[in-house]
């Protein structure tokens, strides 16, 4: 297991993790389409100092995390998917990819990590919190912040 920047040739793969979790797991109404940012990666996260990165097993694409840079020292979290096949502490990917994130964050001089996360993705809550982010309101986004219609739960963690 690998978790690496992705690269040319892994947006299907991307793709094919991602949407399945959304749509099937927890039933929300959206596709490939829907999220723009998926087919355009370097153009909408790479830009300043954000990135994109995947847990590969062996060539399959099980998880995934991504950092836009917001500008004033603040950054979104996006894009946190792991297999259902991949999750638990038994494997550790989505510490692994957090973990990835936050280093990236910090050598790269953000002061802030902001999050957007519906309120069905109670083991996602539970996950955050334990790393050190903190509920916010709303409001307490930046103006720049990439802000999901399915986003109704706010973190924040300084970095």
């Not at 399945?20 to 039933?27: D, K, L, N, R």
């Not at 830009?47 to 399959?60: N, S, T």
């Not at 050190?132 to 912040?145: C, N, R, T, V």
């Amino acid at each position: 297991m690998t978790i690496r920047a992705a690269g040319a040739g892994d947006e299907a793969g991307i793709v094919e993790l991602i949407v399945p979790i959304q749509s099937g797991e927890f039933g929300f109404s959206i596709t490939a389409a829907d999220q723009p940012d998926l087919g355009d990666i370097d153009g909408f996260y790479r830009q300043g100092a954000g990135e994109f990165w995947v847990a590969d097993d062996g060539g399959r694409i099980v998880g995934t995390i991504a950092l836009k840079d917001l500008g004033d020292g603040q950054g979104a979290l996006r894009k946190m998917f792991v297999a259902a096949s991949h999750r638990g502490a038994t494997h550790g990917i989505a510490q692994r990819l957090l973990d990835t994130l936050l280093s990236h964050a910090t050598a790269k001089g953000f002061s802030a990590v902001l999050l957007g996360t519906t309120d069905r993705f109670l083991a996602a809550h539970r996950f955050y919190e334990k790393n050190g982010f903190e509920l916010i309101d709303a409001g307490d986004l930046s103006a720049a912040f990439p802000r999901m219609a399915l986003d109704t739960r706010f973190y924040r963690r300084t970095v």
